[in-house]
């Protein structure tokens, strides 16, 4: 099913191409100038972080038409701009950017989904006295992200992946007076960096094998005709070339950060953080980031792919999305907390993204990263808008009966739930996920992806129908009534709404305007297509499944209004499996018994040695050394002092005993001198004679 | 004969010098010994290798003068010594003792 990709050789970069380094810069700059302002000054920070990010949004909506005017015009480019960085003998570090049709769109979302959260965040953080702080921060994402998606080095992309990682442990600890976010932060920050650390393996083996980190170079890139077929005919381990080797550890990269299975257990945790936050980094764009990553390696992933194959990097990548689509599905249909539910949700669906991108190409997992970027992007701040209303509740069984308080909340988290499940023809999701589905219908290894993905749907619509219903409908169960949010928070929501349906529209099979973009084609219209059986089957399919998880899930939970201590519908069905759900599958527990446990006992071994066997060591050395030091300290003030002392009394009694000597008597000398002038002159003749 | 006549001065002079307890004797001693040390290039030069050239001459002329300059400074430390201590006796003169 993988097209091939026309994209023109590199031209000469266009000046909104020289300039594309401000858009991330830009962002960075305000976080580092509001970093410097007071925790009083709310307004300019926000103003800062606004301002900023929508001359982002501006350039890259400049860059993008900039694209898209070469794309019509016949030409997909791929524009570079490449800079020596640091030189050390005849190797260079190069760092650079580029701008082809996959960084434009990904650069106009991240802007324009962040920007809406921004704004969003001035009504949701209105109370925290941190507002500088955190508008800080989240400037600094920003620049960081677009860094990410600009990025034409694997070196400037990592050190952006570095900056995004480290704001996201900011941002998911940044109420660290609560222990739970403390820890949650921590987490986040060393699970990703698991993945990391074989990424950053790659990098180096890719730098060791190619000698350049440049995805593009005219010609002489790493991930470029040459230094593929270079990378290909030198095998690694396990009958993997050393493409498919580098490949596989930058996916462990990317499967720490899109929080793919066994990597996931840190991205529901990073629910602790701000509902803002939650949106942009942990829903819509920075877990994207590792699904972004594989598709602009793509062609060091499938290097060697035959015609039409696969290879064993894509292999790996469409087992682990498939598996994690699946697997985090079955968790977020036993969770209770609002936003834990999108977050095993996200993981779902960042498990799609993996699989699309390793059955279908990189269109297929970046139009899903797309649709997905922004309904749950909307879901998210759907919910932070429940849970301001609702107080801060977060638990879906003491809400209920939203409908009625919060309209609009209603109305558009409902937009979003519906384009998360996929429903048909209507909603992004459908079409992005139908993509999906068709290329692992089509998919030459295994057709079990396709169905463990078919039912990772029927899951998806369960739990969402779920959510929604315990949440917006029956009765309400809280505490105080709850309150529909301000207008500041409501206007992202509606933008947001409006896209997650109509960003469909633009990948549907009629018009697959979004592949032909990124593959460099020309997108015809034709309605036919949608009249094929094949895929008329596939989307009838795909509609069967979404309304059976839709009915399913209203007939157990619609109207109903448990009391928030009753068990779950599902629960009195089948206990233990709900156990098992509810508890994550136990991978938390897992890891408590196994790495933690080792990490545990190794760090209690640690410490024994530190004591007890180094700490000896060094006792024991610095006891010698303090001997040593009597010994010296006997032996100056015994030897060396008495030696010296002994010697200046002797001078004094040899000076006494010479100044006898002299008497003072004139005469005296006289004679000695007339007796020693004799004696010479003796001395002289006798001497002068023999 | 004459480098024997400044050996005899010599002596004279050494011997003055050496058993006179008067400090002005003793100069006298020592001018005596100076002077037997000019006739002594008086004589070396003139019978010599080299005759011809004064040297031995312009050494005594020389010397005389660098002795009478000798003589006031030696007559004047003398003087103030008495002046200081009231006597010439050398022997009373053992302050500069070790």
Redesign the interface.
């Known amino acids: 099913m993988q097209e091939a990709i026309s994209i023109a050789p590199q031209l000469a970069a266009s000046p909104i191409a020289e300039i594309l380094w401000l858009i991330p810069a830009v962002p960075m700059a305000a976080a580092g100038l509001s970093a410097l302002l007071k925790q009083s000054a709310r307004k300019t920070s926000a103003s800062l972080a606004i301002g900023s990010l929508s001359f982002s949004l501006l350039l890259s909506l400049i860059a993008f038409v900039h694209v898209l005017g070469n794309w019509m015009g016949g030409i997909t480019t791929r524009e570079v701009v490449n800079l020596t960085w640091i030189q050390f003998g005849t190797s260079n570090v190069d760092l650079g950017w580029v701008l082809d049709p996959l960084s434009a769109i990904m650069l106009v979302m991240v802007s324009f989904v962040g920007l809406l959260i921004f704004i969003y965040s001035i009504g949701y953080m209105k109370s925290d006295e941190n507002y500088t702080r955190f508008f800080c921060f989240m400037s600094l994402f920003a620049g960081a992200m677009l860094g990410v998606v600009i990025a034409n080095s694997l070196l400037l992309l990592f050190m952006c992946w570095e900056i995004v990682g480290l704001t996201s442990y900011l941002l998911i600890g940044f109420w660290y007076q609560k222990p739970s976010a403390a820890a949650a932060a921590k987490k986040a920050f060393l699970t990703t960096r698991i993945g990391d650390v074989f990424f950053l393996l790659g990098i180096v083996w890719l730098f060791a094998q190619t000698g350049t980190l440049l995805f593009y170079n005219g010609g002489s890139g790493s991930i470029e005709h040459a230094a593929l077929a270079g990378l290909l005919s030198q095998p690694a381990a396990f009958g993997l070339s050393a493409a498919g080797a580098i490949a596989l550890l930058i996916f462990a990269g990317a499967a720490g950060k899109s929080g793919q299975f066994p990597l996931h257990v840190w991205l529901p945790d990073a629910m602790e953080g701000p509902t803002p936050v939650s949106a942009l980094i942990h829903a819509a764009t920075m877990v994207a980031a590792g699904v972004y990553l594989i598709a602009r390696v793509y062609p060091l992933m499938a290097a060697g792919a035959l015609a039409g194959g696969t290879t064993t990097a894509l292999t790996v990548v469409t087992w682990v999305g498939a598996f994690t689509a699946v697997f985090a599905a079955l968790i977020a249909v036993a969770q209770n907390d609002i936003k834990r539910i999108l977050a095993y949700s996200t993981v779902s669906q960042l498990g799609y993204m993996m699989a699309g991108l390793g059955m279908g190409g990189v269109a297929v997992g970046i139009f899903h990263l797309i649709t997905h970027a922004f309904f749950k992007a909307l879901l998210f701040l759907g919910a932070g808008s429940v849970i301001h209303g609702c107080h801060e509740e977060q638990n879906v069984r003491r809400m209920g009966g939203l409908k009625a308080d919060m309209p609009l909340t209603f109305l558009t988290y409902a937009i979003g739930m519906l384009a998360l499940c996929g429903f048909p023809l209507l909603f992004s999701g459908f079409w992005s996920k139908d993509g999906i589905l068709e290329a692992a219908q089509h998919w030459s290894v295994a057709k079990t992806p396709f169905y463990m993905l078919v039912f990772g749907a029927l899951l998806t619509a369960f739990y969402m129908t779920r959510q929604v219903a315990y949440v917006f409908f029956g009765h309400w169960r809280g505490g105080k009534p709850a309150h529909e949010s301000p207008a500041v928070m409501l206007a992202p929501l509606g933008i947001l709404a409006f896209f997650a349906i109509t960003l469909g529209f633009i990948g549907t099979p009629a018009w697959p305007w979004f592949r032909a973009f990124l593959n460099g084609k020309a997108a015809g219209f034709d309605w036919h297509v949608l009249m094929e059986r094949e895929l008329m089957t596939l989307m009838g399919v795909s509609a069967l499944v979404v309304f059976i998880g839709i009915g399913v899930a209203w007939s157990l939970y619609g109207d109903r209004s448990p009391k928030p201590t009753a068990s779950d519908s599902l629960e009195k069905f089948a206990p233990t499996a709900w156990g098992w759900l509810s508890h994550k599958f136990y991978v938390d527990e897992f890891y408590g018994m196994t790495v933690i446990a080792f990490y545990a006992w190794w760090g209690r071994v640690s410490d024994w040695l530190d004591r007890r066997v180094w700490g000896g060591i060094v006792a024991g050395v610095a006891w010698a050394f303090s001997l040593a030091a009597r010994l010296n300290r006997f032996l100056d003030t015994n030897v060396v002092d008495g030696g010296f002392d002994k010697g200046c009394e002797e001078l004094t009694v040899g000076g006494g005993l010479?100044?006898?000597?002299?008497?003072?008597?004139?005469?005296t000398y006289?004679?000695i001198l007339?007796l020693a002038v004799v004696a010479l002159a003796a001395l002289l003749i006798w001497s002068s004679k023999a | 004969m004459t480098p024997l006549a400044g050996y005899l001065l010599v002596s004279i002079g050494?011997a003055g010098?050496?058993t006179r307890?008067n400090a002005i004797l003793?100069l006298i001693g020592i001018e005596l010994m100076l002077n037997a040390a000019n006739l002594n290039l008086i004589a070396f030069w003139r019978y010599g290798p080299h005759p011809e050239s004064l040297t031995g001459m312009m050494f005594a002329i020389f010397s005389i003068a660098v002795a009478a300059a000798e003589a006031a400074v030696g007559l004047g430390l003398v003087i103030q010594i008495h002046r200081h201590a009231k006597t010439t006796d050398?022997?009373a003169?053992?302050?500069?003792?070790?």
């Open positions: 010479l100044s006898r000597v002299q008497t003072g008597r004139v005469q006289l004679r007339a | 050494l010098a050496l307890r003793v050398l022997d003169m053992n302050r500069m003792k070790g």
